[in-house]
């Protein structure tokens, strides 16, 4: 499959009363997103935490949301599975909170494809809000997934401001990058903004940026959304020339569409104006500080770059279940 019809969600956090209204309203989204034809639907990072403001006790409390969140897991994933499998589509659904091996509460996005498979991706990096005050862990490794139409990989909201991840997935096969995000200012918009637009141009793929929108006071883990749903693509080629294929009107809930095609992603990489996913390796050259200004006889020992193996986790393949 070539050309892939993606949704990215401007989802938005809501007040709901029970479990079954949120059962319902994710149900019409995906609904939504099948009727427009979309083979890819991607969620945003910690959308499932919408689910903590059906007990106000939980809401109000940082740490006991997260437990009531983590309570829910099975039956959060076992809609999603079923939502993917009746609709025949691919779904990376808003990411949540989880218990990992260690025992440690963890961010993680999970991809469920039409025949039942699912894998994850656990959030690498932690934001200062997710390891000072929440008590979130950063996971412990890099995977890339295998969906009906090829590989992917998803950098989670701040992931995708360090190079290392995305570039592992792409390195493994993956044309696609997924950032589900949440960010509580337009601040926090743009730096995942430009780092999903940066992964993008260096890697020579398509990165899909899909955001938490509206207000939700009742809700201190997402109490402000700000952002816009966007494509993006190395600015080449087909591609427009701000790289941006699709984008969204910010803070408003919407799907937005846009049509893909992967086979573009072998056109850049391969003969396109300029060639970094190719190009990569030659960044890494021994660095000289400049003492030029300083009467020396001779300057320092050259600092050699880290061997490219410790640059960055390796990734597991194929990690559908």
Request: glycine share 8%; proline share 8%.
């Amino acid at each position: 499959m070539t050309e892939v019809r993606i949704a990215a969600a401007q989802y938005p956090i809501e007040l709901l009363p029970s479990y079954g209204a949120w059962e319902a309203k994710l149900s019409r989204w995906v609904s939504e997103a099948a009727v427009g034809r979309a083979q890819l639907l991607v969620f945003p990072e910690y959308a499932a935490m919408e689910l903590a403001g059906t007990d106000p006790a939980a809401a109000a409390d940082l740490h006991a949301s997260l437990d009531h969140v983590v309570a829910l897991g099975e039956r959060i994933d076992e809609l999603h599975r079923q939502l993917a499998i009746h609709y025949g589509v691919t779904i990376l659904g808003g990411s949540r909170p989880c218990r990992d091996a260690r025992g440690a509460v963890v961010n993680r996005a999970r991809l469920f494809c039409p025949d039942g498979r699912t894998g994850y991706q656990d959030k690498i990096v932690m934001t200062r809000f997710e390891r000072e005050i929440w008590g979130i862990t950063g996971g412990e490794a890099v995977h890339v997934l295998d969906a009906p139409f090829g590989r992917v990989g998803i950098s989670i909201c701040y992931d995708a401001e360090f190079p290392l991840i995305a570039r592992a997935q792409a390195e493994a096969g993956a044309r696609i990058i997924l950032v589900p995000s949440a960010t509580d200012s337009m601040q926090g918009y743009w730096r995942v903004r430009i780092g999903a637009q940066a992964r993008a141009l260096e890697n020579q793929c398509y990165v899909v940026q899909a955001p938490t929108v509206g207000q939700a006071p009742w809700l201190p883990s997402l109490d402000d959304n700000h952002g816009a749903a966007a494509i993006y693509g190395p600015p080449d080629g087909i591609a427009p020339d701000n790289g941006v294929f699709a984008v969204g009107e910010v803070n408003r809930p919407q799907w937005l569409f846009s049509d893909v095609r992967l086979d573009q992603v072998d056109v850049w990489r391969g003969s396109g104006t300029v060639l970094p996913f190719l190009h990569w390796p030659e960044q890494h050259v021994a660095m000289r500080p400049d003492d030029a200004c300083r009467d020396e006889p001779a300057l320092p020992a050259p600092i050699t770059a880290p061997d490219k193996s410790e640059d960055r986790p390796e990734p597991i393949f194929g990690s559908l279940e």
